[in-house]
């Protein structure tokens, strides 16, 4: 592989995973703290993108300020979801969590449908973040996807001050640790759930908006990548921040490298590291022992 | 059998059999894909309801041996089923083998993620590789035998007799392996998997064993799938088939085996009406679907028993 | 030689030693008695003996063979066998079943996947010799899960004698139990032990010093004593440490 190849791919694969980490902190957060599994997760990341393509396209609201309504929006629906139909889950088995957050899949997915029907629509890169940069003589690297990749890393560093320095943080991590244990210090819950829950569904719908210019906006469009989102939870380890940031790194560059170096079965290689990772260990890199 | 499953297993069969008679094909047609569908969900009970081993990646041997069962027709050209079933089934049961044995050393969320991964690894295998025949799958222009090439396995009613003893038998077996000392082990194992470890049972093995067995089921379903539809693509491998068949098992009611065959009846039933209804037909399922199980735990059985008490309808549950 | 011997046994909780370095012999036939306050980690003790924990560091060998990596169900099958402190009965089962499970164990023929489990005659005829030995009066039909406290507690040592191990470990069967109900269980376990060596885990003292041959004392993780009833009755740090606590 040429030098040029390589670092192209490095960029690629920082940048996706920086992008899969936001999607799948919320995951992560959401089970680690309300013990939930929720699939419709993807929702959000494909509702952020479309609100945008409503605020910004549709109404011509200026690009920041729709997508601050479109996040805001998010989080307002999120903690819809959460009150509604997430927060009754909680005690319950995760069978029942999938079925419900899948039945939520298909009502979010077909809202979409009616609302913005089928079409694929495409999203404009912002005019200041056209173009590319010379990185060397060799290699040109679109200004969009490095400033993607600044995003997801800003982001990244904000959650770990969150989770690791604030008394929210220290909840989550106790409560990722031993739920019961939280209920049993006389901590109401109830708040530090939505908190979680909005902080997670704000964080998948800037994915969202983030990606569009590069996957384009469509129904379904959360499904291929929480499925990932998945993948990346489980090598990381359920209910750890770290292990979301360390598997979505992973994940991205073996995707990324995958498509140059076995081009034939690229999407097979992160499930085979996926596999891989359970042999040998069972419970994600750093997931607690069941 | 209990005098009184014997009865309703009678009449059920009996009734079964008589639909081909009305001489219409949509109805003998449609009645094959829900007894497919019936076998698909009850092989995903034993997982679920017995085992407590919850998959959300059952389309997987369900895919593997619908493929495996088109690969040889379209590439060696075998079309006996008498060759084409047992090969597939066994297809079926080696990976579901494989992937057992690597997704059952994890447990709870850890298992139902690892096992929708891997069915959605097979996913991208099949639909990124021509072998495969990509996204567009394998079509099939001959027609199945059985036995001799004289007796079509691919007429409509032949299939359908073909599919009605399939279900028949898988029932059968099911209600027998349930009921004996293995099914009690699984029952054990679902109701308390530490208990069951300090009594000296090797919890593995019989997760595994019941892993490989509800994957060979899947995938005879899958087999008869490929008879009907006489093709294999990647959507039925796709994590969205799986929650499906998921969806039968807990509508209906899991743990009973007679419930999965009813929510294979309501779901396709449901997708079917609500389609004709309005194009936006998910919308109404996954209302359904969200509604039955937030507020019917234990499926349609557990809603109505909700409802009853509600309505002071209520008698004691058995 | 002792049934089981443990050698610097040691179980650490990230930082928290529950168990440190612990020692000791059961003799083949004995009742012996492990006690000590709330958290000394006795039960942690005893996880470890059953495999239901890895060891940090020591290790155990039973009936001479050194079974310190062996896991839960080889230990079980090899003549271990465990009660465990928050009763751990089938609840979704019946009484019978519960049992039969147990007991099925001893049967390795009927492990069959086609007749229906209740035709295994010789299972069953262990079942109803299990609960003639007990004194439960529910039904055998009653679902596990619908039984009184004091009745889950019987018909999970019930399922330890199904069983039928060499050592039986017991954690706090008397736990929650009516006066009346621990007498019945203080006949059980007499009997019992005639048959079979038993580590009790206990905190009634009353049960402790009436069956057992030996003591052990665990505080803090550490053995603090470990002697005859009367050898501890008289050990002042005993006293000191913990039985000054009881009076
Ligand atoms: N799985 C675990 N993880 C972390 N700490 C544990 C774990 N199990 C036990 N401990 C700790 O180890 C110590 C010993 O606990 P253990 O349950 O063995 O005590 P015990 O003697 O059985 O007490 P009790 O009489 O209350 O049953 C306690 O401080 C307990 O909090
Ligand atoms: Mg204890």
């Known amino acids: 592989m040429q030098l040029s190849t390589f670092l192209i791919q490095l960029l690629n694969g920082l940048q996706y995973g920086m992008l899969l980490f936001l999607i799948a902190s919320g995951l992560t957060l959401t089970f680690g703290v309300m013990g939930i599994i929720n699939l419709a997760h993807g929702a959000f990341f494909m509702i952020g993108a479309y609100l945008v393509f409503q605020f910004a396209r549709i109404y011509e609201w200026p690009l920041p300020l729709a997508c601050a309504s479109a996040i805001v929006a998010v989080v307002v629906l999120g903690s819809i979801v959460e009150r509604a139909v997430l927060a009754p889950l909680v005690d319950r088995d995760h069978l029942d969590q999938v079925l419900v957050t899948y039945g939520l899949i298909l009502i979010f997915d077909e809202l979409a449908v009616v609302l913005w029907g089928k079409d694929v629509h495409a999203a404009e890169i912002p005019a200041m973040l056209r173009g590319s940069v010379h990185i060397s003589d060799m290699i040109v690297y679109p200004v969009y996807r490095l400033a993607l990749a600044g995003a997801g890393l800003v982001c990244a560093i904000g959650l770990y001050l969150i989770v690791a320095k604030t008394r929210i943080g220290m909840i989550v991590r106790a409560g990722s640790h031993d739920r019961s244990m939280v209920s049993a210090l006389g901590i109401n819950v109830g708040p530090v759930f939505a908190l979680v829950f909005g902080l997670g569904a704000a964080l998948a719908a800037l994915a969202g908006i983030l990606a569009a210019p590069i996957l384009s906006v469509s129904p379904g469009m959360g499904d291929k990548i929480i499925i990932i989102a998945f993948v990346v939870v489980v090598i990381g380890g359920i209910g750890s921040i770290k292990g979301a940031f360390v598997g979505a790194l992973l994940v991205g560059l073996f995707d990324s490298f995958g498509k140059v170096l076995f081009p034939t079965v690229s999407s097979l290689v992160i499930y085979a590291l996926m596999a891989l990772i359970l042999v040998w260990r069972p419970n994600g890199l750093f997931g607690k022992a069941a | ?318 | ?247």
């Open chain 2, 1 to 318: 059998m209990s005098r009184s499953v014997l009865i309703t297993t009678g009449v059920v069969v009996c009734i079964a059999l008589t639909i081909p008679l009305f001489g219409n094909p949509y109805l003998t047609t449609h009645a094959t894909r829900i007894l497919i569908y019936a076998i698909f969900a009850m092989s995903l009970d034993l997982l679920v309801g017995y085992c407590g081993l919850v998959s959300l990646g059952h389309a997987a041997f369900f895919g593997v041996a619908a493929y495996a069962t088109a690969l040889l027709s379209a590439k060696i050209g075998v079309s006996n089923i008498l060759i084409s079933l047992p090969l597939s089934t066994l297809t079926a049961a080696l990976v579901a083998l494989a992937i057992g044995l690597l997704t059952l050393r994890t447990g709870g969320i850890y298992f139902i993620m690892a096992t929708l991964a891997f069915a959605q690894m097979l996913f991208f295998l099949v639909n990124d590789s021509a072998f495969f025949g990509g996204s567009d799958g394998i079509l099939l222009l001959t027609r199945f035998s059985l036995g001799t090439p004289s007796l079509s396995a691919s007429d409509p009613v032949v299939r359908y007799y073909l599919t009605v003893a399939a279900a028949f038998l898988t029932f059968v077996f099911l209600y027998f392996l349930v009921r004996s000392p293995f099914g009690r082990i699984l029952q054990g194992i679902k109701s308390n998997e530490r208990r069951m470890r300090a009594l000296g049972y090797s919890i593995a093995r019989y997760k595994l064993a019941t892993f490989v067995i509800g994957g060979a089921l899947a995938g005879l379903a899958g087999h008869l799938y490929v008879l009907l539809a006489s093709l294999a693509d990647p959507s039925i491998l796709d994590w969205v088939h799986s929650a499906q068949v998921l969806m039968m098992v807990i509508l209906g009611g899991m743990g009973t085996l007679v419930g999965p065959v009813i929510g294979a009846v309501l779901l396709i039933e449901l997708i079917d009406q609500a389609a004709e209804f309005t194009e936006h037909w998910k919308l109404i399922v996954g209302v359904v679907v969200v509604v039955i199980t937030l507020f019917g735990k234990g499926g349609l059985a557990g809603l109505w028993a909700a409802v009853a008490a509600r309505l002071g309808l209520a008698r004691s549950q058995p």
């Open chain 3, 1 to 247: 030689m002792s049934l089981l011997e443990t050698k610097s046994l040691s179980k650490n909780f990230g930082s928290l030693n529950a168990v440190r370095d612990v020692s000791l012999q059961i003799q083949p036939g004995e009742i012996h008695a492990v006690i000590g306050p709330n958290g000394a980690g006795k039960t942690t003790f005893l996880n470890l003996l059953s495999g239901e924990l890895p060891v940090s560091a020591g290790c155990l060998q039973f009936e001479g063979h050194d079974i310190t990596r062996w896991s839960p169900d080889r230990r079980a099958n090899a003549g271990i066998g465990r009660s465990f402190q928050h009763s751990a009965v089938f609840e979704d089962l019946t009484v019978h079943e519960n049992l039969r499970l147990a007991a099925q164990t001893q049967y390795p023929k009927s492990f069959g996947m086609l007749w229906p489990a209740e035709g295994y005659t010789d299972v069953a005829a262990r079942v109803t010799d299990v609960i003639a030995q007990l004194s439960l009066n529910a039904a055998e039909s009653t679902r596990a899960g619908e039984l009184s406290h004091g009745e889950q507690r019987q018909l999970e040592i019930g399922m330890l004698m199904a069983i039928s191990p060499k050592l039986m470990m017991l954690d706090e069967p008397t736990s929650g139990m009516s006066r009346n109900e621990t007498l019945e269980l203080i006949g059980i376990l007499r009997r019992l032990s005639e048959r079979h060596t038993l580590m009790l885990v206990e905190h009634d003292m009353d049960v402790v010093f009436q069956l057992a041959h030996r003591i052990t004392v665990l505080v803090n993780g550490s053995v603090l004593a470990s002697g005859t009833p009367e050898a501890i009755r008289a050990d002042a740090s005993v006293r000191i440490a913990y039985l000054g606590q009881e009076d």
